[in-house]
């Protein structure tokens, strides 16, 4: 886990005036940005606290496993739990009824043993330089027992988000399948985010968009590749003058390669999942938790806002567990230690496509 | 095996999930995706009829082949349709696709053949198949019409998704599947799908729209397509008898299960057997590195010759080290370049070693440059 520092550097933005008000689910980043929750706890600390306001972040999916809908779930959730208006869109005949699916946030009551107790620390001596990452870990825990307006809450998947956030007026769902053109959704974003105009002063409030399978091949456009990139680029910008996040997912095997490499170029966010497949044994030797681990997450950008200072990530490639086949935890990739005897090096080289049965281990 | 792909297909959608859909993919060089889709479609319908499956009823939807040929199929396999005529519809979309011999009817030139009873209570004709919403809602008014309304599902079979997308446009075709997988009422569907009759967008398409993807490969790889050697021929005859069976599945949990099984046809059928392993891995006690450690023949009888640049070659001919300084007399310098030249053509070499000294301790401190005979 990286701790993340901030840099002052020529480069980054000096805030002089105090920081903003800001509404509930909403906190500073760095250099003069302000982060909303993805709804994922462990994403959020990798990616520096959450996605700021005004980016755009995109998924590629896996054409052979769901874990998109994981990561657009909890991002909806996070966002009708802080009460911040949600715009989706998806290419399902009803996009009404995967907000059914939304989980509930899980109670603190639940048991979750995530990080040490503070009883049990008494006990234990840590090494005086490692006791800085367990403070860390210690304040989310605190974090998590406050009322629900903490900053990002862990989602419960088998509970279904109680009816008043749904039935809210601040949730709008389009149907992108029958359209034949992308006008009707650009139209509905632009009115979306002209809810939250960007301006110095302190932010009420921030949207969340959410586009599922943006090119699936049953949307009437979805062979129109210039057009769907010029959206992209609209959206980038009406996204970045406003105070929102927009979170677009799309399976790259059904593009042609060089418009996967431009709406890649688009991403301030990039992430990709990655299936795992069942009952690989090569794969099971080589990494400890193996048979919990559903997919692989890879975070190939991370969005730099007001700043030239890229981001080098200790990893970008992450285990997504469903712990106790409720809460989605990212973790690190544990190598388990290679046994000389049985001859496998652990040099499998990863290649890029997205059906390679290796898939891609970025250590 | 293909038997997880029966049970998938029988146990049909949970409540609230997408039917389970099969691609059965083929090519050229391993052009059993028929008998596969035959086999499959024997099976479903026995499970159907059993009562082994809540599906109640399977609609065919025929494109490349006559439905008289799959009521001929059935009879062959031992299920009789007269009797099960409840449970199985057939649209049939082969006789007249874009209603042409209507329109030749109705102008009186052509008197359409009159078909048994049988078939006219089991068949429907649909005539548009260039309206891919048309073709959904006949197939689903057939479904209806078979199993009755309500919460009662039925499974699907398309012949040829090919013969749809020569008429349609893949997003068209990608919203009926993906329509009908999202439908209410059905339990499963599978269709057929030669490979190599389309760009690799469409394959991906169909790919990413099921949940399981069966493929056929040949069994031995032809080399570069050549067909006239002999020794291709006995590939070719071996590839026309049987193949390697692929399938992937997508689990539920979200991993991908792969399976593969080797597919035999024979005259009563299709036989699936389990793959024989040729070349099993053999892990030898080195692990394996990136690099070479061991020396062929050749490189020991090289490294054997080689004749190293030392002072000492044994040879007892004085040496000269030319140290840079032109003060050297270059006669001697061309003696010395004679000797090294007439040492290479030895073909043989050696390691000869003087002891400096017998008491010589190895970390002396003196200068072990004074060794040196200069």
Same mark, same amino acid.
């Given at each position: 886990m990286a701790v993340a520092k901030t840099r002052t550097s020529s480069f980054s933005r000096n805030l002089s005036t105090a920081s903003p008000s800001l509404g509930p689910g909403l906190k500073c980043g760095p250099n003069g940005t302000v982060l909303l929750s993805s709804g994922i706890p462990d994403l959020d600390k990798i990616l520096g606290g959450g996605f700021p306001l005004g980016s755009l972040v995109m998924v590629t999916e896996d054409a052979e496993a769901p874990h998109h809908m994981l990561l657009l779930r909890n991002f909806m959730a996070q966002g009708l739990v802080h009460s911040q208006p949600l715009l989706y869109a998806s290419p399902a005949r009803d996009p009404r009824g995967f907000l059914g699916t939304l989980p509930s946030p899980a109670t603190s009551k639940d048991d979750k043993s995530r990080g040490p107790e503070p009883d049990q620390e008494k006990g234990l001596r840590i090494a005086w330089q490692y006791k800085k990452y367990f403070g860390e870990n210690q304040l989310n825990f605190d974090g998590q027992r406050d009322g629900k307006h903490e900053y990002s809450s862990e989602f419960d998947l088998r509970k279904p988000l109680e009816r008043h956030f749904i039935n809210g007026q601040r949730v709008d769902c389009v149907g992108i399948q029958d359209s034949p053109d992308l006008s009707i959704l650009r139209d509905r974003c632009a009115t979306f985010l002209s809810q939250f105009p960007r301006n110095d002063g302190s932010i009420s409030c921030a949207g969340r968009i959410a586009i599922q399978s943006? &090119? #699936?091949?049953? &949307? #009437? /456009?979805?062979?129109?590749e210039w057009e769907m990139l010029s959206f992209i680029r609209s959206l980038k910008s009406m996204v970045r003058s406003s105070n929102s996040v927009a979170i677009i997912t799309f399976p790259p095997s059904l593009l042609s390669p060089s418009f996967c490499k431009r709406w890649q170029h688009m991403a301030d966010t990039l992430l990709s999942v990655k299936a795992i497949q069942d009952d690989d044994k090569e794969l099971a030797q080589l990494l400890t938790g193996y048979q919990d681990m559903v997919g692989f997450l890879n975070v190939h950008k991370v969005a730099r806002i007001n700043t030239q200072v890229p981001v080098i990530l200790e990893a970008t490639t992450f285990s997504i567990k469903l712990q106790k086949r409720r809460y989605l935890v990212l973790e690190c990739l544990n190598q388990a230690?290679?046994?000389?005897?049985?001859? *496998?090096? /652990?040099? *499998?080289s990863g290649s890029c496509s997205s059906s390679s049965k290796t898939g891609n281990l970025d250590f | 095996m293909a038997k997880s792909i029966f049970i998938a297909l029988r146990e049909?959608?949970?409540?609230g999930e997408l039917a389970p859909a099969l691609t059965i993919k083929d090519s050229v060089a391993s052009p059993f995706g028929f008998q596969v889709f035959d086999h499959v479609l024997c099976q479903l319908f026995s499970s159907i009829l059993a009562g082994k499956s809540p599906s109640r009823g399977l609609i065919v939807v025929s494109f490349s082949r006559s439905p008289s040929f799959y009521l001929e199929l059935l009879k062959s396999k031992g299920i009789s349709v007269a009797s099960s005529d409840k449970r199985i519809q057939i649209l049939d979309c082969y006789n007249d696709p874009l209603g042409w011999k209507d329109q030749l009817v109705e102008s009186g030139n052509f008197r359409a053949p009159s078909h048994e009873a049988l078939i006219s209570s089991v068949v429907t004709v649909f005539r548009e198949v260039k309206h891919m919403d048309k073709l959904f809602n006949s197939i689903i008014e057939l479904g209806r019409g078979l199993v009755g309304g309500g919460k009662i599902r039925f499974s699907i079979a398309i012949d040829s998704v090919d013969e749809m997308l020569r008429r349609a446009s893949v997003s068209s075709v990608a919203r009926l599947l993906s329509n009908l997988r999202s439908?209410?009422?059905?339990?499963s569907i599978f269709w057929l799908l030669h490979s190599d009759l389309h760009k690799a967008r469409v394959t991906a398409v169909l790919e990413y729209l099921s949940s399981m993807v069966a493929s056929l490969e040949p069994s031995h790889q032809l080399a570069n397509g050549q067909r006239g050697d002999l020794e291709n021929f006995s590939l070719i005859e071996h590839n026309s008898k049987k193949g390697k069976f692929h399938v992937r599945f997508k689990k539920r949990n979200g991993r991908v299960r792969m399976m593969s099984e080797e597919v035999h046809i024979e005259q009563s059928g299709i036989n699936f057997t389990p793959l024989s392993s040729e070349g099993a891995i053999n892990q030898g006690l080195?692990?394996?590195?990136?690099?070479?450690l061991q020396l062929s023949e050749k490189e020991r009888i090289d490294k054997a010759n080689v004749v190293l640049p030392f002072e000492h070659q044994g040879n007892g001919k004085p040496l000269q080290i030319y140290?840079?300084?032109?003060?050297?007399?270059d006669s001697k310098h061309v003696d010395a370049v004679e000797n090294v030249e007439t040492n290479e053509d030895g073909g043989r070499g050696e390691i000869i070693y003087y002891r400096d000294s017998d008491d010589e301790m190895p970390d002396s401190d003196e200068d072990p440059d004074d060794d040196l005979d200069i």
């Open positions: 943006f &090119c #699936a091949p049953q &949307c #009437a /456009y979805s062979n129109m230690p290679v046994d000389g005897l049985s001859g *496998t090096s /652990y040099g *499998t | 049909g959608a949970l409540e439908h209410d009422q059905i339990s080195v692990p394996k590195v990136q690099f070479n140290d840079g300084r032109r003060s050297l007399v």
